[in-house]
């Protein structure tokens, strides 16, 4: 069982920056691909980034494609998640979420994850 606690979350300026991080226990994350999802109000989960096992392999989604950087360091069990020039509608819930399943592919799908944080909240306000 791995459990996943986000952490970074808050009221922020459009044009801000703002580092969420996601702490790791129960298992060593080095062996497994994770990503970042969010949903807003309203809105269905939806992708924000993933990162191979090692960090060789980076995928984002189109809308936050060249602002945000995810990052891992598997001696810490830590994921990360570096938002630069934040806008509103960045504003979401953000989670973390590990795939045991693939630790190499590409897989975008929420489906496709098998543990999930609780999310922290990141509001961008204009």
């Known amino acids: 069982q791995v459990q996943l606690v986000e952490f970074g979350g808050g009221l922020v300026q459009a044009g801000d920056s703002r580092r969420l991080s996601c702490t790791a226990s129960g298992r060593a994350i080095s062996r497994f691909a994770m990503g970042w999802f969010r949903q807003a109000p309203g809105k269905e989960r939806e992708f924000v980034a993933r990162?191979?096992?090692?960090?060789?392999?980076?995928y984002y989604s189109d809308s936050v494609q060249g602002r945000f950087t995810i990052s891992r360091d598997n001696a810490k069990n830590l994921l990360s998640l570096q938002m630069n020039s934040l806008k509103p509608e960045d504003t979401a819930v953000y989670y973390c979420?590990?795939?045991?399943?693939?630790?190499?592919?590409?897989?975008?799908?929420?489906?496709?994850?098998?543990?999930w944080g609780q999310g922290t909240q990141v509001t961008v306000s204009s």
């Open positions: 979420a590990l795939d045991v399943r693939n630790p190499w592919g590409a897989d975008t799908q929420s489906v496709a994850y098998d543990y």
């Open positions: 990162i191979t096992v090692s960090g060789s392999n980076r």
